[in-house]
């Protein structure tokens, strides 16, 4: 099932004294190749972001900064997973629903993606989405 493959990733992290470091490379365990990297700041405390699925994007949803919730839905189940790690990244593989929401104040989402920005990969109504991920189920 699609949601047990969105699991947690742990990233190296290198503990010093005079602070932690957590690196990530392209040939280390990702399950996909990195083409984009983005991030999401100053997100107010009752902003959902999200809301949307992709086709065939691949990502690494990772807190760097304080904490916030992700919700997939795969049409078939959902989970709630609190990222408030910065050396765990949530892998969301393609045709996932996903909200993003309760982020913490100076909260950093940092977003690894397989793919460059296409809005044709997007699916931006749920609806759709359910018809199709469906499909693909049965
Ligand atoms: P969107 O993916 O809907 O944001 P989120 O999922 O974080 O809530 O993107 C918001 C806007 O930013 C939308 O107009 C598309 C644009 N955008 C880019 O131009 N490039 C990108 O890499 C991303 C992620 C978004």
Redesign the pocket.
Same mark, same amino acid.
Not at 49 to 52: A, E
């Given at each position: 099932m699609k949601l047990d493959n969105c699991t947690l990733i742990s990233l190296p992290k290198i503990s010093d004294p005079r602070g932690n470091l957590t690196y990530i490379e392209q040939t280390g365990n990702l399950p996909f190749d990195i083409q984009?990297v !983005?991030y999401?700041y100053d997100v107010p405390a009752q902003a959902e972001? $999200? $809301?949307?699925a992709h086709r065939a994007l691949s990502q690494l949803i990772i807190a760097v900064s304080g904490s916030f919730e992700v919700t997939l839905d795969s049409g078939s189940g959902t989970k709630t997973i609190l990222l408030n790690t910065p050396w765990q990244g949530l892998y969301v593989c393609p045709m996932i629903w996903r909200t993003l929401q309760s982020f913490s104040s100076g909260s950093i989402c940092l977003v690894l993606a397989s793919l460059p !920005?296409d809005e044709a990969d997007y699916y931006r109504n749920y609806d759709e989405f359910i018809l199709d991920v469906r499909k693909e189920n049965r």
């Open positions: 984009r !983005y999401l972001r $999200g $809301g949307h !920005y």
